[in-house]
């Protein structure tokens, strides 16, 4: 039995639940049953003791004197931000009586969840809410925001979401990171490569933005958004051409290797060049490195894949280690997400059975805005849970009309009132994940966790889990799985034959040990799970589903006629916008920026340090340019989902398309096309 919550001075261990690859190890320092302090456990085998500034400074969050303390009724103007305090009985009352009605009158279609990851708590984001929602028949979110275009892609040419182990980053002698902030974003990912290159490895960065990751590099390649599958087939070409193909392992473990090698040839340098902006001797010069250096790993970022080609492109860079047999040398391969490792049982978590509309309306979260404006029938309830697509959800104007809509029924559990929050009828105060029992998977080491509560819950505020359990009470439904513990919760999501590797995890180990590694093998790549058991260089699958079969570049859609390609990027001190209503953060990360080019920034007047305005079709913003050489010209990027500030228009997310990605329905945040001037 967990004693943690009991203990009221000390250190105890905890996982950090953000949505981050790294998932962190932590020691919690309590003082009279409170989190006095946050640091990295040094016992956790990847992440070694140490931990990013926005969680060293998770404290402020947590006692932050805005956190919500109960339920509350909206009084004011919808957006405006008036509450009353109420009970939960009467919150709960309120919000079923409300969905009884819509239930009978339009069906339970009529309601949508929406959520996404701002606890990577299993119990708590797809477990207890979806067999809820289940129950409820209510419409379906399709979870698109992040990763789907590049996990479709990847998958097409890997089967899932299989990688290299990043533990082996260390043994590595050439590591590129193409389109990844990991010094932002995954910063051990940065620890293991920095040990590979005390033991002499080159560390190349290809972004489009020369952020702090591109100043940590020994080479920098800048390219333009949209082009990576570009470079990766130029890269293709050279490699056939020079011979430095690996020929025994192509003929063994991939499909399609003769084809592709004929339409490389259309990828010459010069060619390449002309796309990408990067000249073709560096092509030539990345090539031969990548050909010639062993072992050699690609960490593949998720800017790369909130593009119009998203898709192809992460299918295409990761055909590159097949080219050279990089996939059985330890330290060698990619690394884009390792979820296929950890995979659990989600019809026993989710109980996807007792759902009596399987075929009920799925709805791509990308979309939200319209979706709330333009379907019919309606949306006409919404539950917003662990997520904020006021600020993260892309058509960032429309998000707001909708959620503004007189007729719908809106309601948000959060540890904040967010700027979605402020929308809302009825607000539910959120427990944080330190007050809460979860499962943990890492999407990038291949270690399971076990949170178990370490303090009393805030105020009145209660889990995903148990607002869930009370809302099925409230709604008259007695079905068992609504009862189950959470520890029961958990031992049926680890009980999954299916995914072998999983077969070394089990509740009692993770009571006991915190957390536990997956019976990974190096040699995955032998028993892949595509159509032909082999890596997929050609895949008939994708030719089943409309796509060119073999790797290849598909530029960017036309997104109007402004100057400017902009690419609004997360930033450091900010989780997506978690901690942007942080005081503590915000003063970390000063100001919104817009970085421009030096020529571009003088040909319109601009100095460095000028507020501008940024605007196109969809919308508008104001941020502060700093003037330089860090982006290509033609290309704006900005860094982090700001909240708002009085009198401030920070979301980016107002000029940003919903137009769907190439693959899955993904988010294209980065292929939007804007202009700049001075305030
Ligand atoms: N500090 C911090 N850490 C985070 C997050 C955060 O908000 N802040 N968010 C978390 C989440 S949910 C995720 S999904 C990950 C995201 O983290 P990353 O995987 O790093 O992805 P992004 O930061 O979206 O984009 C990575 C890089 O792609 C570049 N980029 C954009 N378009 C292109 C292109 O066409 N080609 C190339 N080569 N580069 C391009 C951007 O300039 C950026 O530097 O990080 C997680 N960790
Ligand atoms: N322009 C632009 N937009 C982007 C991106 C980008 O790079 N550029 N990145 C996109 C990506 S990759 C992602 S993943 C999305 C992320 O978008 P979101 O999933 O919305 O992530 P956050 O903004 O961190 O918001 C999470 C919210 O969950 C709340 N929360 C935390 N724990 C709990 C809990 O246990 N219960 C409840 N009920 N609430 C909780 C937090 O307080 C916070 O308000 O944003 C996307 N939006
Ligand atoms: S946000 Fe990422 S790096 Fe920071 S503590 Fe959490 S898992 Fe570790
Ligand atoms: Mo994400």
Not at 265 to 282: C, E, F, K, L, Q
Not at 417 to 446: C, G, M, Q
Not at 531 to 537: A, N
Not at 561 to 584: C, I, M
Request: net charge negative; with cysteine; aromatic share 8%.
């Amino acid at each position: 039995m967990n004693t943690y919550i009991n203990q009221r001075d000390g250190i105890v261990p905890a996982v950090c639940s953000l949505d981050c690859p790294d998932q962190c190890g932590l020691l919690l320092h309590k003082k009279d049953g409170v989190i006095v302090k946050v640091e990295g456990d040094p016992n956790h085998p990847v992440t070694q003791g140490s931990i990013c500034n926005k969680v060293r400074h998770m404290g402020e969050r947590l006692h932050d004197a805005n956190r919500l303390r109960h339920p509350m009724k909206r009084v004011g103007a919808k957006g405006e931000g008036k509450f009353e305090r109420i009970s939960w009985e009467e919150a709960i009352e309120t919000i079923t009586s409300k969905w009884k009605t819509l239930v009978a009158e339009h069906g339970p279609e009529s309601i949508l969840p929406y959520s996404f990851y701002g606890n990577m708590g299993r119990l708590n984001v797809e477990g207890m809410d979806r067999r809820f929602f289940n129950r409820l028949g209510s419409s379906r979110l399709d979870q698109t925001i992040c990763q789907i275009a590049g996990g479709v892609g990847y998958s097409y040419t890997m089967g899932g979401s299989y990688g290299t182990d990043p533990e082996e980053t260390v043994h590595t002698k050439l590591f590129i990171m193409w389109g990844i902030n990991a010094v932002s974003t995954n910063m051990h990912q940065v620890v293991l490569a920095e040990k590979a290159r005390k033991n002499g490895a080159k560390i190349v960065v290809i972004d489009v933005h020369q952020n702090q990751t591109g100043r940590w590099a020994d080479w920098f390649i800048p390219i333009l958004p949209g082009t990576d599958s570009a470079l990766a087939l130029g890269l293709m070409h050279v490699l056939f051409a020079e011979g430095l193909a690996d020929e025994p392992f192509l003929a063994e473990y991939t499909i399609g290797h003769e084809q592709l090698r004929e339409h490389v040839r259309a990828y010459d340098p010069a060619t390449v060049s002309a796309i990408t902006g990067v000249p073709a001797d560096d092509i030539v010069k990345l090539a031969r490195m990548y050909g010639t250096t062993s072992p050699s790993l690609v960490r593949i970022g998720n800017g790369l894949q909130h593009h119009d080609n998203g898709g192809m492109n992460i299918r295409t860079i990761v055909c590159l280690p097949a080219l050279t047999g990089q996939w059985l040398v330890p330290g060698g391969g990619a690394i884009k997400g390792n979820g296929g490792f950890l995979k659990f049982n989600t019809s026993a978590l989710q109980r996807p059975d007792v759902r009596k509309n399987p075929d009920a309306r799925l709805i791509n979260m990308n979309q939200i805005g319209s979706a709330l404006l333009e379907l019919d029938p309606p949306i006409r309830s919404l539950f917003v849970y662990t997520c904020n697509p006021a600020i993260v959800a892309p058509e960032g104007n429309k998000v707001r009309e909708g959620l503004a809509r007189e007729d719908l029924f809106l309601v948000v559990h959060d540890l904040f009132l967010t700027e979605t929050a402020k929308y809302a009828d009825i607000v539910l105060p959120a427990t944080s994940s330190y007050e809460n029992t979860d499962l943990y998977t890492s999407y990038w080491h291949h270690y399971a966790h076990l949170q178990q509560p370490v303090i009393e819950p805030y105020f009145e505020s209660k889990s995903n889990v148990e607002m869930f359990r009370l809302l099925a009470e409230g709604m008259g439904y007695d079905d068992a799985m609504f009862k189950d513990t959470d520890a029961e919760m958990i031992a049926q999501a680890l009980d999954f034959p299916a995914n072998p590797y999983l077969s070394n995890i089990d509740y009692e180990k993770l009571e006991r040990e915190q957390f536990v590694k997956a019976a990974v093998t190096t040699d995955f790549v032998k028993q892949l799970p595509t159509p032909s058991g082999k890596i997929e260089l050609y895949s008939a699958a994708m030719e089943a589903d409309g796509y060119p079969p073999l790797p290849t570049y598909v530029p960017l859609v036309h997104d109007g006629d402004y100057p400017y390609l902009f690419v609004p990027a997360p930033n450091h001190n900010f989780l997506n916008s978690t901690f942007s209503n942080n005081a503590k953060h915000v003063r970390m990360e000063k100001i919104p920026k817009l970085f421009m080019h030096a020529a571009d920034a003088e040909a319109s007047e601009i100095a460095d340090g000028d507020k501008v305005r940024v605007w196109n079709d969809r919308g508008e913003c104001e941020l502060t340019v700093s003037v330089g050489e860090t982006v290509l010209r033609g290309v704006v990027v900005s860094l982090g989902l700001w909240a708002d500030q009085p009198g401030s228009k920070h979301n980016v997310n107002a000029l940003t398309p919903d137009r769907p990605a190439d693959m899955g329905g993904g988010a294209t945040f980065f292929s939007g096309r804007v202009n700049v001037a001075r305030m």
